[in-house]
Structures are given as C-alpha cells and as structure tokens.
C-alpha cells in the first residue's frame, strides 16, 4: 500500500463524498507500535504510578508523550556531542516570548511516528485525536513574536543550524480570556496544573541573578580600575529545558526557559512569631518574575518587575552561553567566532550591556575589545514601527533594578555620540547636537529614559526588518539617522511559518491530497516544491477534491464551535475569518463596520440576494487596553442583534471565539475561506498570520501592508482582494490634513453605521457604551483611517461576494495561493540568518 494511501478514519460531513479524500497522509512508521505500546506502559506503571488497566486519556497522554521524550533525548544528545565534536558555531535565539502550540501531534510528526502511535492507541482502545486534548497548549507567548520564534525554532531544527532557544518558563503566561456578558475577562492560564512532560527541570544548574545595591571601585594591584556589582537580592534562575526536534531527520535542539527560584525559602524567625506571610514573602515576591507574560505596567511595580524579567532570562542566558564558550576557549576574542546571538525584538537588548560586563568586570577584558566582541556577536530583529512601541526604560528606575548596567550603557552612548561628532563634523553645532539627541541611547524630555532599540542598534553588527515594507520604512523614517550613520546595517528578512505545523499538522487533508498528487513528502521540508501543485488548478477533478477537503475543514470547525460555544454554523456560507491580537492598528473595527453595513442592506431589502457569509473574530486585548477590549465588547454586541434577528437568519452570523491560541489556530485557520488582513498600511511588521492562511488556501482580502505585498507580488494581486490606501498614500493624506468628519459626511452608509453604533442600537441596556469607539474615529482623528479605507473595503467584499458565487473558480485560486507560497517558509527565512547574519550554511 502506497504511504499516501495508508487509511485513517476522519470525520467527513454526510454531504461529502467519502471517496474524495478518504486517505489521509501519514508517512511510514520509522517505529513499530509494539515497541511503542511496550513503552507507554512502562512509563505508565514506573513514572505515573498508575495501573495501565485503567484506559483513561489522563494516563494514555502523558505514556505517549514520556515514551516520545525519551526517543527525543537519545536524538538531542547526540546533536549536541555533534557540536561539541565539530566545534561548531552556535545560535542562541534569546526572546521573551514563545508559542508553541501543544506539542504531541508536532513532536510524532517530526519522528516519524504519527501512523504507529495512531496504532498503537486503537489497539489499547483510544483514539490518538482525543488523547491530544489531555494537552494544554503552553502559556509561554501572546502572538506573531511568541509564534514566530517557535517557528524558528523548528527550521533550525530541520536545517541543522546548531541553535538554542532562550526565554522565561512562564507559570501562568498571559491570560486564559473568557467573555462574560460580551466582556473579556481575565483568567489565570495555568497551563502547568500537571506536570510538563516535554521538559527536563535541571534543578542542580541553578544561575545567580542579581538586583539592585550599588557598584564598587577600586584599582588593582595591577593599576587597572575595577568595578564590582554589590546587589541588594539574588534570585537563583532554574533552566527548563523543552526538546524540539527538526523534522525526520534525528537532530533535535532545545529551548532552555528559566524559571524564577528565591535565594530565600523561609524565614522561621517570621514563623516563630506568627507572622506566617512574612515567613514566605521574600520567596513569593522573588519568585514572581516567572509567574506571568507581560506584567501590568500601570503601576511601577509592575514596570520594575518586567525589567527585571528582562534582565533575568538574559543574565541567566549570557552565563550559560559563557560557560559553554569557556568549556573549549579561553580567548575572548575568538567568542564572535563561536557565538551568535539573536535579539527578537528590544526586550533582550539589556544583554548588550550585560555582556560588556561579564567582558570587562569579571573576564577583565579591556573595553575596546569587549566593545568589538559584542557588536561581531549581536544581531536585533525589529517587529515595530509604532514609535510607542519601542521600549525605553526611565533612568531612575533603571538604575535601581541595574546599576551598573546603566553606567555601561552611559560610558557606551559617551563613546558613540564621540563617534558621531567625529562623523559629522561638518554640520553646525545646532544641527549636530539635534543629531545626536536623536541618536543618543538616553533620551531626555521630563524624564531621562533609555532607548533600548538606539542601544539595540549601536551594539548588533545587524539589524533585520520582517517585511520589504518594513524594513524600508525602518531605513526611511524609523531610523534613518542610523541608516544614514550604518547604511550597511539593516536589511530585511521576511518572515516564514514552519509547514510542519501549518500545514501537516494542522491540516493532514489538505497535506495528504497534495502530497499524493506529487507521489512525495518533500514539500514538507523544501517548500518551493509546492509549486508543482499549480497546474492541476485547471484539473476539474482536482478543484473538486480540493473543494471536498476545505469543506470537510469548514465541517471540523463547526463541529468544534458547537463543542466549545453551543453555536452551529452554516456550512454553506463563506468563512470569513479574522484572528489575530486586538488592536486599533489591526482595525477589527472596520472588519465590524462591514458586519452592520451589510446587516442594514439585509434589513433594508430582507429579499436581497446576498451571499451567506459567516464572520468569525478571535483574539486577546492586553488587560490594560480599553479600547481594544472595548472592541471585543461591540463585536460580541453586533453579534447578539445580528444572530438574533429573524431577517438575517440564513445570511449573515458573527461569532466571537474566545481564548484565541495555537491549538484553536490549527483548526480554524483550515476552515477559513477568506483571510482578514486590514491593517492600516504601513502599520503591520510583517504578519504571519497571512501566510498560514494562504498556504492552507484561504484567499485574502487585505490592504498592501507588512508581508502582503511580497505575497501578492508571487500570488498574483488578482488571486486576492485588495483595497485601500497604500502605506505612501496614508502618509500623503495625514500631511494634507487628514479629515474623517469629510467621510462621515458624504457616505451615507458609513454615517448610518456609526449612528448606530453611538446611538446606542447595539447597546440598549447600557447608554454610551460605544461612545468612545465612534469619538476615537471622528473626534480622535482616526489615527488608523479606517473611514479613509472604509468605502473601498466595503466595495471590494462585494467582489468577494461575487466571486464566491462561483465556486470552481474561487477553488482554482485557491489552488493558486497554497501553490505559490513557497517562500513564505520559515526554512527559508532561518536559512538567510544562517547566512547572511550567523556566518553559517545550512543543511
């Protein structure tokens, strides 16, 4: 039997011809289900404790997931006495965030034994798909940051880049949401509430991390002048490691997270005297820098204790890579030759600074050649150009959590503005000192701050956009005096998604069709490959197999609605999806403008011949974000009066899905049909979501922003749906004095809207609840110009609506952009790293 038939049951919709995709790709076994049932047992018995007679999904789970880990551990041994052997050069990829998504399915995938486990259950009586939803997804990331390093993660696995994943082992990452009464509520995402069976605790490496005190000098009997950091408190960081394996080829790497432990475990003298909380206080409080992603910065607890977030997952990281770099080195010049470190975003950009010290104080390097060591070594990853976004830090508190950090970074900016002056020597003092101030590392106004991406960007040998777009605008106004100063240093790098998990995991149908039309895998580990696809977009045959497998999607995607959230969805309607973080800039508001202009036209015509449409929200608001969960409020009150509504049944739904994460994403995203991507043009870095969309055959409705445009550069814009105002166009437009009033005055359909939005229509029961989503627009200046975009959005959905009516012909550009997605791989985003960043080849 070929691999690409090996059958597997799914569930396929009764209005579905079974015969059209009625196999499902699942690779020969590198394993046999014997040997693997043999170990599950054993590690049900000896690990758990448990009776394998007992066949719930609990013990099953975790059997399963031991019995992989072991194979992972044997695997990653020998990957790392490979590098030990070969003296390799290594990646260390420090980043607050990582989302990984639940890991069995991934981790029997890369091994290669996803058809023997499947097996291996039947024959104990279970079935494979429930056992994984033991697994909570693991709470360590909030978005496309957290997504994208785990992404990354996975193609240096699958390329050989020898890489490690640095981060913080969050006990209770961002939030569980929940909606309650239309609202997001916060919940505690304890995804640890059992134990994590695909990490290694290395409890006897415990790293000292220190806060706060004040430095000491002295001079040497050698003469030199010396600096110690005396803290006030230390907390011990444990390394947790998660094994991540590359995709069948027996090299695994692994993410190291570091988990919060107090110097301080008790205090009896508080107990003796019955004051119980103090006994424990000092260990809560140290141990707090584990316990959540992203603490609240309204209040400067809050602030200090994301700094200090920062600092430790980087000191605890820059003292492990040190101690690996020392075990067959002793020169620290040779460290950029060996070493490379990545910073995903600003927030490991202190370790610039860190490094300087662990050169200078403690390896007693002079400072020009730690200075040239740590420009050789540091290579920053921009995400943003909102200029709020770029993270600085007041001087005041800086200098209380790391004190000699900032007396680093201020001898630092001392020797760069020298160099700037040197450079610039020809203009006036006047427009000199304006250039420096721009590019200082320490900004003035009321309040002395650090800029952490200008010390990013002073310290990095490269500095990397995600997009064409960005990367530009980065060169053209987010910092181009550096540009202008470095002209060499950014470039771009456009970001990829691993198929691994977006497509063979998460949408084994649509895998299985392509990989037995091309009779191979490959595809799956060079993504170029799925080009070859693109002539059968004119095969009648084909189209209607492809058909067959995205409604087979649609029907796993109501089905897990109706688990979930009690709401059964029209199958026939077009899926129109949008999910992503909430934000003003991602403009979900103008996705909800549509809803009610299209519900008017709907009412104001009940026999009008529209086009079933179902449109799905998904996504978090930071806690402190009002207008972002303001948003989340009026989607889910539009969605009350729309579903509601006799007139509209049939023809229109909304549905907010709660708690937006991995594992939700790897349903929804092969059932979706039509991709919101509406950012404001020139606000999205890149956007990843887009390319997982398209990739499993989604068509896009979106403006030319972030990662679009090289999409529509190689799908063809007339394979997707895009309007509005370019990224110049915006800028021309707010120059001219930008007028939303203008909008709402001379489209009547937009003033009905928000009329009714304001007027309370959605919000009977609660008066102005709206008011300051409509102000923000008219009043507020729509900063995101989505009454600018509005008319243009609403027309091009129509030529949604008119497309979808033909269903051959939305299927063949369907075809088209799974086809055509080729470079829109993390393989060959991490392979321009290796490259053109790390100095190194790639498998």
Known sequence: MSEWKQRVDLPIHPDISAESFQWRYCPPSEDDPEALKADVIRHIVSTLGSDYARKNHYNYYYGLALALRDRLVEQWLTTQRSYYDEETKRVYYLSLEYLPGKSLVNNLICLGLYHAAYRAMADFGLNLEELTEVEWDAGLGNGGLGRLASCYLDSMATLGVPGYGYGIRYDYGMFNQVIENGTQVEKADNWMRTFNPWEFDRGINLVEVKFGGHVKRWVDEKGRMRNEWIPENRVRAMPCDTLVPGYRNRRTINMRLWSARSDREFDLSYFNTGDY????????????????????????????????????????????????????????????????????????????????????????????????????????????????????????????????????????????????????????????????????????????????????????????????????????????????????????????????????????????????????????????????????????????????????????????????MGVSINLDSVFDVQVKRIHEYKRQLLNVLHVVTLFNRIIDNPNIDVTPRTVLFGGKAAPGYFMAKRIIRLINAVADVVNSEPRVAGKLEVHFMPNYRVSQAEVVIPATELSEQISMAGMEASGTGNMKFAINGALTIGTLDGATIEMAERIGKENMFLFGNTADEIVTLKREGYNPWAYYEKDLELKRTLDMIAGDFFSRNDPGLFQPLVDSLLSGGDRYCLLADYRSYIETQEQVTTLYRDQDEWTRRSILNTARMGFFSSDRSIAEYARNIWGLQVL
């Open 277 to 564: 909380v103090g006994a424990v206080e000092e260990k809560v409080r140290d141990e707090n820098i584990s316990k959540v992603l992203y603490p609240s910065e309204e209040v400067i607890q809050g602030k200090e204790l994301r700094l200090k977030q920062q600092y430790f997952f980087v000191a605890a990281s820059l003292h492990d890579i040190v101690r690996r770099f020392k075990k067959k080195n002793d020169d620290f010049k040779d460290f950029p030759d060996k070493v490379a470190i990545q910073l995903n975003d600003t927030h490991p950009a202190v370790a610039i600074p860190e490094l300087m010290r662990l050169l200078v104080d403690v390896e007693l390097v002079d400072w020009d050649t730690a200075w040239a060591v740590c420009e050789k070594t540091f290579a920053y990853t921009n995400h943003t150009i909102l200029p709020e976004a770029l993270e600085t830090w007041s001087v005041d508190l800086f200098g209380q959590v790391l004190p000699r950090h900032l007396e680093i970074i201020y001898e630092i900016n001392r020797r760069f503005l020298d160099s700037v002056e040197a450079k610039y020597a020809n203009l006036s003092r006047a427009e000199l000192d304006e250039r420096k101030q721009r590019l200082s590392l320490i900004g003035e106004g009321k309040q002395k701050h650090v800029r952490m991406a200008n010390l990013a960007i002073v310290g990095s040998h490269s500095v990397n956009g995600v997009a064409a777009l960005h990367t530009q605008i980065l060169k053209d106004s987010v910092f181009k005096d550096f540009h202008e100063l470095y002209p060499d240093k950014i470039n771009n790098k456009t970001n990829g998604v691993t198929p691994r998990r977006w497509l063979r995991q998460s949408n084994p149908r649509l895998t299985g069709l392509i990989g037995e039309t091309l009779n191979s895998e490959a595809f799956l580990r060079d993504l170029d490959l799925i080009k070859e696809i693109e002539p059968y977009a004119d095969d009648s045959e084909f189209r209607k197999r492809w058909a067959d497998v995205k409604r087979a999607n649609k029907a796993h995607l109501r089905d897990y609605l109706e688990r979930q």
